[in-house]
């Protein structure tokens, strides 16, 4: 049986194995692969102040990764930008290694003037980029470390009512560089009929403003049990959480993670209590690797392409050529011989104008001293012609004897009425 391909490439044929080959342990091959090397994993938190970010990133890797923070004293100095913090740590489930990276974005939303409290966090973002990119392009890069955000959770403060100008502004900066996650945070402070109504209403501003969220990927040969489990979480999309790392008795004895209030105790792990389960299960369970793979498939490579071109390096998408080494040899020493003649062209006409500058400098001067040379003759000449004239007038006025004659003479020798 065989499978039409486009022109140029060779069919596919499909064939029934005899026997035992063992590619079907090549899925196990990548897996003993992974663990060995560990997993990179970062993630963004961005929310105003005391929404709850700290906990529920603790919650959720169920380790004391952000240290409790030292209350601020009033009097303290504020910082005037959001700051951009991160935190890193190795973690280890069942052999399997991550490590882990969760950046902080302190500062954000809490100023009189937030318009721009989204810039520094996408000026980070792309300096993240911008860092693969570099690394990419090394002659070496075994050693490639991946500092790209993975994940960004957005806490929605629990008004309510709908997203707030400042939530929708940094999601419509940021959608088109990082995997957005909206979370309601603190949700145990509202009933489930106002979370059903607010998560209505924060869907319809993302959709009305365009932004895209991400949504887990759904493939054709996937099993219906992944599919029910991926719709079941996108369903949950914006999770509204609980954080809590300190665990609580239940009424009825259960030691759990949770918070509990004169009334009962909402339960961090039930799923009837908050979306917490669901939204661990698409970050860390589920989803990461997607989340990984559609920040480098498609976030970065749109990041990447557009710098590229804002560079001046062009590429025909259409077409890939084979690159012939001897071919792009002969095409880079044309390439640097056209350079050459140019930069010699271009020598040439600065020397020849230099030459000529000179050359006019020197005839300037030149002319100067005959003009200064002439002036002189002109001046002498007029002293001569003076002089000459003062000479004719004594001689007209005493008529010249010979004893005159001896007497201008004497006198000027100093030998006079001896
Ligand atoms: P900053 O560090 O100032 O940015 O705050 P943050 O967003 O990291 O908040 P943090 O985790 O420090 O929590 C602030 C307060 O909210 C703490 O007293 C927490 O105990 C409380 N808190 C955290 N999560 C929840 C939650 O899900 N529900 C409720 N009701 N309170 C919470």
Redesign the pocket.
């Given at each position: 049986q065989t499978t039409p391909q486009p022109t140029g490439l060779s069919p596919v044929i499909r064939k029934k194995l005899m026997g035992y080959v063992g590619f079907a342990n090549l899925p196990n091959q990548v897996h003993r692969k992974s663990v060995r090397k560990g997993f990179q994993f970062t993630a963004m938190v961005v929310?105003e102040?005391?929404?709850?970010?700290?906990?529920?990133i603790n919650t959720l890797f169920n380790t004391t990764l952000y240290p409790a923070?030292e209350p601020v004293h009033p009097s303290a100095e504020t910082p005037k930008t959001v700051a951009i913090e991160s935190i890193g740590a190795d973690i280890e489930e069942n052999g399997v290694r991550l490590h882990l990276t969760v950046v902080d974005t302190?500062g954000f939303g809490d100023f009189v003037n937030n318009n721009d409290s989204w810039k520094p966090i996408v000026e980070n973002i792309e300096s993240r980029f911008d860092s693969y990119l570099e690394q990419e392009n090394r002659v070496n890069r075994l050693k490639i470390v991946d500092n790209r955000v993975h994940a960004c959770l957005y806490?929605i403060q629990p008004t309510g009512h709908s997203l707030k100008q400042i939530d929708i502004e940094f999601m419509r900066r940021l959608h088109t560089k990082v995997n957005l996650i909206p979370v309601i945070?603190?949700?145990?402070?509202m009933t489930d009929e106002e979370i059903g109504i607010f998560k209505q209403r924060i869907l319809s501003d993302i959709h009305h403003h365009n932004i895209h969220i991400f949504q887990a990927p759904s493939y054709d040969n996937e099993d219906e049990e992944t599919i029910a489990e991926n719709e079941e979480i996108a369903s949950k999309i914006p999770f509204a959480?609980?954080?809590?790392n300190t665990s609580v008795t239940t009424p009825d004895g259960r030691k759990v993670r949770g918070?509990a209030y004169p009334w009962g105790v909402v339960e961090v792990d039930n799923e009837e209590h908050c979306d917490f389960v669901k939204l661990r299960q698409m970050l860390v369970r589920t989803n990461m690797e997607e989340l990984r793979e559609y920040t480098n498939d498609v976030l970065y490579e749109n990041w990447r392409t557009e710098k590229l071109l804002g560079m001046g390096v062009a590429q025909d998408s259409t077409v890939f050529k084979e690159i012939n080494p001897a071919a792009r040899m002969q095409e880079e020493r044309v390439m640097h011989e056209a350079k050459l003649a140019k930069m010699e062209a271009e020598m040439k006409m600065v020397f020849q104008q230099k030459v000529q500058e000179k050359e006019a400098k020197l005839k300037q001067s030149e002319e100067e001293l005959y003009a200064r040379h002439k002036e002189m003759k002109e001046a002498l000449e007029k002293q001569r012609l003076d002089l000459e004239e003062k000479k004719r007038k004594v001689e007209t006025g005493r008529p010249v004897t010979p004893d005159n004659k001896n007497l201008s003479t004497g006198k000027k020798r100093g030998f006079l009425r001896t």
């Open positions: 929310g102040s005391g929404l709850g970010k700290s906990t529920l923070k302190p806490f945070a603190k949700a145990d402070t959480v609980v954080g809590s918070r």
